[in-house]
């Protein structure tokens, strides 16, 4: 039962163009959304986050938008930079604090100079 | 602050041996996490402490994967029979109250 999917393996960009990377979720009880960032051999990374009674939370470049009747959630990257070309992952809690987090897939990022 | 630590980076075994992975996490993070990333797919929480204790470890395989975190600190992570389908990259996390979750860079495991 895949609660969280992220629908696009990959996607390709140009340098200074937006990067739109997309979520669904299937439990209504995801209180937390996050997304992370991993590059090859790494980690994840947290990149940003928005509480479920938000629908939008901003930070520098990146944005992330929540819609909660469509359980959809989307990263934009803008302007995107090559340095962004990365495997992103959104991850659902059902906690306030974020913890015990369910992934998705991920998507595969290459933003081309 | 030091980063969450894991070793061994690489661990190649065959199936049916047993292996184990050692985590350090951040200083003063009470929550640890292991997660099993198998490749193509999304981070999967195998078990879930906070300090020493267990708070989540549903889907732990426990016929034949075991965790532990004495003194709320360290934790090992251990597998005894692997199977080929254990091949994967086990990440550690830890974190704070109300705070992201901090991976390592995890132990990639191959079962021949």
């Known amino acids: 039962d895949q609660q969280v999917k992220q629908n696009s393996p990959s996607l390709s960009v140009q340098e200074g163009r937006i990067s739109i990377l997309n979520c669904d979720y299937t439990n209504s009880m995801f209180d937390y959304f996050l997304w992370y960032k991993k590059y090859p051999a790494e980690g994840p990374t947290f990149l940003i986050s928005i509480s479920s009674i938000k629908d939008k939370n901003e930070d520098g470049r990146f944005t992330v938008f929540l819609n909660k009747s469509a359980k959809h959630l989307s990263l934009h990257i803008v302007p995107s930079q090559p340095g962004d070309s990365a495997v992103y992952f959104c991850a659902a809690s059902l906690e306030t604090s974020g913890s015990r987090l369910t992934f998705g897939e991920g998507t595969q990022l290459t933003v081309n100079p | 602050e030091a980063g969450v630590a894991q070793s061994p980076r690489y661990k190649i075994i065959e199936k049916r041996q047993s292996v184990a992975f050692w985590c350090n996490p951040i200083?003063?993070?009470?929550?640890l996490y292991w997660y099993q990333q198998i490749l193509g797919q999304g981070p999967k929480l195998l078990i879930q402490f906070q300090n020493n204790g267990v708070v989540d470890d549903s889907q732990l395989p426990k016929d034949r994967f075991s965790a532990e975190r004495l003194k709320g600190v360290d934790s090992t992570l251990k597998i005894q029979p692997a199977k080929l389908e254990d091949s994967a990259v086990y990440l550690c996390a830890s974190s704070d109250y109300n705070s992201p979750l901090h991976f390592g860079n995890g132990t990639r495991l191959t079962v021949t």
């Open positions: 200083s003063g993070h009470a929550t």
